[in-house]
């Protein structure tokens, strides 16, 4: 197992972040609801005002950027308590190498440190290997959100699951 480093993603992780996209929505069209050609029309430009918005976080092996998550905590004060998180994606050659690991890690424990109770998330029913990793991080599935995304012209649905952070 390698040792990875957790943190904020910023305007100078554009291009790598994009890179990254890129890649997931050609190889894992289920975890992502842009499509291929909206991702590869987005500029290097529009990618660093994105990550000016403080809302994707990243894991790095050494400088190099392998995998990132949105993480959105809510702001209104009623829903305040709660916080989203996704796309969750790490490359293919960091895939079990605890990379994935280290990031929902770094998200959990900074959901904690800001105050929230719980982490919510889709992924699509049929994506068994991101169910299991996200069960054996502790989530548990409580809805499921019938033609949720439609990939291709084909209805498709996720599975809302969360992580209580408070007991």
Request: glycine share 10%; aromatic share 10%.
């Amino acid at each position: 197992m390698k040792d990875f480093i957790y943190r904020t993603l910023t305007s100078d992780h554009a291009q790598a972040w994009q890179q990254l996209r890129i890649e997931g929505a050609r190889d894992y069209p289920m975890g992502f609801l842009v499509t291929l050609e909206e991702t590869t029309a987005i500029s290097v430009d529009r990618c660093r005002a994105i990550l000016d918005g403080d809302s994707f976080r990243g894991v790095f092996a050494g400088e190099k950027l392998v995998g990132f998550c949105g993480y959105r905590p809510e702001r209104l004060t009623r829903i305040r308590h709660r916080g989203e998180i996704g796309p969750f994606f790490v490359t293919r050659d960091y895939q079990g190498t605890g990379a994935a690991k280290t990031l929902m890690r770094g998200v959990i424990e900074e959901a904690r440190g800001n105050g929230l109770a719980q982490l919510e998330l889709f992924v699509d029913t049929e994506n068994l290997r991101a169910i299991a990793f996200y069960e054996g991080r502790g989530f548990e599935r409580v809805a499921t959100h019938r033609d949720s995304v439609r990939i291709d012209g084909r209805s498709r649905d996720d599975h809302l699951y969360i992580l209580r952070l408070e007991h």
